[in-house]
Nanobody, 119 residues
Framework: QVQLVESGGGLVQPGGSLRLSCAAS????????MAWYRQAPGKTRELVATITRRESTDNEDSVKGRFNISRDNSKNTVYLHMNSLKPADTAVYYC?????????????WGQGTQVTVSS
C-alpha cells in the first residue's frame, strides 16, 4: 500500500510557473514508476507525465517543452515542474504510483491538487 499526498497547486497567471510535489509513504517508493495525471472540468482524466524507477521520463505532447517530471527517492517525492502555463492547463492534478511496461498502468492515487491558470 502506498499513500500519496500532493501539494503546490494554486492560482497562477498565464505564462507563470508552479512546482507540484507528491510525497509518498512507505519504503517501497523507489520500486514504483510514477506519473502525474490531470482532469479538467467536464473532461476525462489524462496522463501528463511519467518517470520510471530508472528515471526515464515521458511527457504528453501538449506539455512537452513546458513541463518536467522528476523524483527524489531519498525524500520519497515526485515533482512536476510546470512552466509557460496556459489557461488550458487548468485542472486537478493527481499523482500516481504504478508500473510502466509498454504503457503506464496506474495503481495508487493521491487526492489531487487544483491548478488554475487565469489572469
Amino acid at each position: 500500500q502506498v499513500q500519496l499526498v500532493e501539494s503546490g497547486g494554486g492560482l497562477v497567471q498565464p505564462g507563470g510557473s508552479l512546482r507540484l510535489s507528491c510525497a509518498a509513504s512507505g519504503s517501497m517508493f523507489s520500486f514504483y514508476d510514477m506519473a502525474w495525471y490531470r482532469q479538467a472540468p467536464g473532461k476525462t482524466r489524462e496522463l501528463v507525465a511519467t518517470i520510471t524507477r530508472r528515471e526515464s521520463t515521458d511527457n504528453e505532447d501538449s506539455v512537452k517543452g513546458r513541463f518536467n517530471i522528476s523524483r527524489d527517492n531519498s525524500k520519497n517525492t515526485v515533482y512536476l515542474h510546470m512552466n509557460s502555463l496556459k489557461p488550458a492547463d487548468t485542472a486537478v492534478y493527481y499523482c500516481n504510483a504504478g508500473q510502466y511496461s509498454s504503457k503506464y498502468s496506474p495503481t495508487y492515487w493521491g487526492q489531487g491538487t487544483q491548478v488554475t491558470v487565469s489572469s
